[in-house]
């Protein structure tokens, strides 16, 4: 399988790929790591005339302490976000998280920005994200804007991104007690989407693909902060939620995989901390 | 468009569509067919190469991404005189193949680990090649290859 023909151009700065953004319009899509939008293209799901390049972009790579908060540079891939001591110490819910998309092949190209925009509700990251009520960064040619988390994710593949924006940062509150933390995911083949995932920093509770987002279990989070028992607040887990049904699994399957889940992700952040 | 890759030391240069991965560039434009095309899906690894030294899946992988860089395919591993690589030779002692299309994704892979962690366990050498798929199922040998060329692979690397 190859791609529908399309034309490639590379930027060397943010903003050359701004510029050529400008130009194209809708028909152009920024190319990151590539392993969310190559395969989509291979299959025809995405059709773009123009794709521009920001691979090289090297300035938007990096894993920083500012203060009260660290700063992710969106093109940061997985295996750099695993291997960061700054996130092990500060963020060890992220590196986590990280080191088990895919794997190590996947891990090299993949980008935490380019899994961001392209908000798959099965994606592990944008769950971990809004877990971590993080705040993205957004640059387009009116200048920048932050975005937070749980705004961006808007639907199925769709995110708060205008035309022409390109996602360049994510900045990361440090939680106040970076110890109590969980990531769970359940799948067939390690290498697989998560049929269910969950990630747990503190008393917030993130889902991953039990809906057309990554949603909060915001009553979750309220049965735990009336003081509820991990078993107890997990049994909350898939109010409000709407998870599709696919070959891996129906509706009630994901609504148990959740409450099951939550129960191991709060225990296990509870016995951390 | 124009695109030049560094394959195993060779300069390769060619005019090619903008939309070629570069597991066809490296099988149709350099002639280099060891490196499989498995599942085109980035799941299986049969396509495992390195760029500038680290694995990745070529069939999601453009040849324009690769432009300026370094390949390196199985073909790559054996020293000039001929001398197979320590993780070719381990793959040879432990009979860690079957039907063998899964290898040189198998080898490169394991490339890839030893230069990250040369001296894995067991359990991170089942992790560490997650992603590549063997449809004989014969993990074992494979594992056992990996563990035995780890020592010698070290020290070709130290030497």
């Given amino acids: ?273 | 468009m124009k695109v030049t890759v560094t394959v195993n030391g060779s300069q390769v240069e060619a005019e090619v569509p903008d939309r070629t991965l570069l597991v066809h560039f490296l099988r149709d434009v350099a002639n280099l067919t060891a490196t499989n095309v498995g599942c085109d899906t980035t799941s299986c690894g049969a396509c495992t190469v390195l760029l500038d030294g680290r694995s990745v899946k070529s069939c999601t992988v453009l040849a324009a991404q690769a432009d300026g860089r370094e390949v390196t395919t199985v073909e790559g591993l054996a020293d000039g005189s001929g001398e197979m690589h320590p993780v070719q030779r381990a793959f040879q002692a432990e009979h860690a193949l079957q039907c063998g299309f899964c290898t040189p994704g198998m080898v490169m892979a394991t490339v890839s680990l030893l230069a990250e962690n040369p001296a894995p366990t067991e359990e991170e050498v089942r992790s560490a090649l997650e992603g590549n798929l063997c449809r004989c199922t014969g993990y074992h040998n494979i594992v056992r290859a990996v563990l035995a060329a780890a020592p010698a692979e070290s020290e070709r690397r130290s030497s």
Avoid: C
């Fill in chain 1, 1 to 273: 399988m190859i791609p529908a023909p399309f034309t490639y151009k590379r930027a060397w700065s943010v903003d050359e790929a701004l510029d050529l953004a400008a130009q194209d319009g809708d028909e152009a899509k920024f190319l990151a790591g590539g392993h969310s939008l190559l395969p989509l293209m291979k299959l025809r799901l995405a059709v773009p005339e123009v794709l521009i390049d920001i691979g090289r972009l090297h300035e938007l790579s990096y894993v920083r302490d500012d203060d009260s908060q660290v700063l992710v540079g969106a093109l940061t891939s997985y295996d750099e976000l695993a291997r960061s001591s700054l996130l092990a110490s500060e963020l060890p819910l992220l590196a986590h998280a990280a080191s088990r998309v895919g794997d190590p092949q996947v891990r090299h190209r993949g980008t935490i920005g380019g899994s961001l925009v392209h908000a798959d509700p099965a994606a592990d990251l944008p769950a971990v994200v809004m877990a971590l009520d993080a705040t993205l960064v957004a640059l387009g040619p009116s200048g920048t804007r932050e975005i937070g988390a749980g705004e961006f994710f808007q639907g199925l593949f769709e995110t708060a991104l205008q035309p022409g924006e390109l996602l360049t940062e994510i900045r990361i509150p440090k939680p106040r007690a970076a110890g109590a933390w969980s990531f769970q995911k359940f799948t067939k083949r390690a290498i697989d989407w998560a049929i269910v995932g969950v990630a747990v920093q503190g008393g917030n509770v993130a889902l991953v693909n039990m809906g057309q987002t990554p949603i909060r279990a915001s009553a979750v989070e309220q049965a735990l902060a009336a003081g509820a028992e991990p078993r107890d607040a997990a049994a909350h887990a898939a109010e409000g939620a709407s998870p599709s049904a696919d070959i891996n699994g129906d509706r009630g399957y994901r609504e148990h995989l959740a409450r099951v889940l939550v129960a191991r992700a709060l225990e296990e952040s509870a016995a951390r901390s």
